[in-house]
């Protein structure tokens, strides 16, 4: 699927227009996801000896408090359980060249969705790759996905809650769509950088608040002739 002129990601050459293709997943694969969904048991495994320790004890404030505090520690790991470690060994190969600041890495998720079955039950994202914001667009290089958009055409830009798959306390999602290329859908973009909860909060707002002054600025620049 195509819209428009192509992005130069290499050199930060942009176009007037936006575009968005898609093309079979070379690293992304059903087998990486459920490799990353393993990571879950990382999480898991503490919950569940928690739980079987205070079998132990008579019924009491411990019995309650220790899974409780598992429970704490798990979730304050759980981008580790969501696998980013590995998600960043996948999208290494993507990065652009050091002259490049800011790039995130993120998972991208459109609805309608781009797969559906079993990967889609699996896994909430389409694709992994990298986001950089050019002088004047929104860049995503993925395994599978290559998405530009000129912050102009840049519609309905907001954060959402990551909703029960995270727990909701995950960082917050950048969702938006992008005018004149109704293919695209929703576009939804997430963090997959960190390890711990507090630091892809962070990281999740820092990448929305630098695409939201990046669109600001341009729909208030003057418009070249």
């Known amino acids: 699927m195509t819209g ?9 050459v942009t176009t007037s227009a936006a575009r968005f293709q898609v093309q079979s997943p070379a690293r992304f694969t ?19 000896i928690a739980i079987l320790a205070v079998t132990a004890f008579p019924f009491g404030v411990v019995t309650f408090l220790v899974p ?7 979730t304050f790991f759980l981008p580790l359980g969501f696998g980013n470690p ?13 002259e490049i600041p800011d790039q ?3 998972q991208l998720t459109r609805q309608p969705r781009i797969h559906t079955g079993l990967r889609a039950l699996l896994d909430d994202a389409d694709d992994v ?3 950089s914001y050019s002088a004047n667009a929104l860049e995503f290089y993925g395994d599978s996905v290559r998405l ?9 830009l907001q954060q959402r809650n990551g909703g029960g798959r995270a727990l909701f306390v995950y960082g917050r999602h950048i969702v938006f769509r992008v005018e004149g290329l109704p293919e695209a859908g929703l576009i939804r973009l997430a963090e997959r ?19 939201r002054g990046k669109k600001v600025a341009a729909a208030t620049s003057p418009t070249e002739s």
């Open 193 to 211: 950088s960190s390890c711990l909860l507090p630091t892809s909060r962070r990281n999740a707002d820092r990448m929305y608040h630098q695409l």
């Open 104 to 106: 995130f890495v993120v």
């Open 30 to 48: 059903l087998g990486a996801i459920i490799t990353s969904s393993l990571y879950g048991l990382i999480l898991f495994l503490p919950v569940l």
């Open 129 to 131: 790759g990298i986001v």
């Open 4 to 12: 428009g002129a192509p992005l130069d990601s290499l050199t930060g």
């Open 68 to 74: 409780l505090a598992a429970i704490v520690v798990a």
């Open 86 to 98: 590995y998600i960043c060994r996948l999208v290494r190969p993507l990065r652009l060249g050091p």
């Open 148 to 156: 530009s958009v000129p912050f102009s055409d840049m519609r309905d």
